[in-house]
């Protein structure tokens, strides 16, 4: 039943067999008749049943958005709790949901992070491969609402300590420019104080292709820090 309903996906298997070791399974032995057929169809149903028939979907939906948002990276939970607005116990509900879809690290002795583990399930989330609005799941997840939530947080990096100011340092250009604050982006890559501290924990040379980019826009806004910008992309180079 489960190779015919995998319709030779090996990933459905997967996903099905991670949920039926689940201790709370959407799915059981004695349901497995209803599992629906290929991955598409499969997150969807799983979706279905983690809300509920007229089930409230805003929640998950607020940390699904930065988690898609994070491109695999790790993000920290006090991230996430900052991001989301939910306290640490309100996200407890989500993350549970979430589980086997997750990847869960741990970031020194006391802090954790979460990444979505399946590059499928993101792509899913965000429709990518559907050009038609038309056609999109009820599920859909928007990432630009993620780097923008993140980039407003990762802005105040100066005022965070340990694993959320690393993120803050390393995640704040990208979110920003992901999510089209380009005064942000021209503001905070002009930043001496700025580009000092991201150099002590990561290399500047990251930066050059969301720096190059950026440059387009310093035209369109015409910034008065265009010569300083110009300097630090020489420097970058």
Not at 97 to 105: I, N, V
Not at 135 to 140: Q, T
């Amino acid at each position: 039943l489960l190779a015919r309903q995998s319709e030779g996906c090996f990933l459905y298997l997967v996903e099905a067999l991670n949920d039926l070791a689940n201790p709370v399974p959407i799915y059981t032995f004695q349901t497995l008749s209803s599992l629906p057929p290929g991955m598409p169809h499969w997150y969807e149903g799983w979706m279905h049943r983690v809300v509920g028939i007229g089930g409230d979907f805003r929640v998950l939906r607020s940390v699904l958005e930065l988690l898609v948002a994070t491109n695999k990276a790790p993000l920290p939970l006090d991230m996430l709790v900052l991001a989301s607005g939910l306290s640490t116990d309100d996200l407890a509900k989500p993350l549970r949901q979430l589980t086997q879809h997750l990847a869960r690290s741990e970031l020194g002795s006391q802090s954790l992070a979460y990444s979505i583990r399946s590059e499928r399930f993101r792509e899913w989330l965000t429709c990518k491969d559907v050009a038609d609005p038309g056609d999109w799941h009820g599920y859909r997840i928007n990432p630009t609402v993620g780097h923008r939530r993140l980039a407003s947080v990762c802005k105040d990096w100066n005022t965070f300590d340990g694993q959320a100011r690393s993120y803050a340092l390393q995640g704040y250009p990208v979110h920003a420019a992901e999510a089209g604050m380009d005064a942000d982006l021209l503001h905070v890559l002009c930043d001496s104080d700025y580009l000092a501290r991201r150099a002590a924990i990561a290399p500047l040379s990251e930066l050059s292709s969301t720096y190059k980019q950026s440059l387009e826009e310093i035209h369109r806004i015409g910034l008065r820090d265009k010569p300083i910008a110009l300097r630090h992309l020489k420097q970058l180079r």
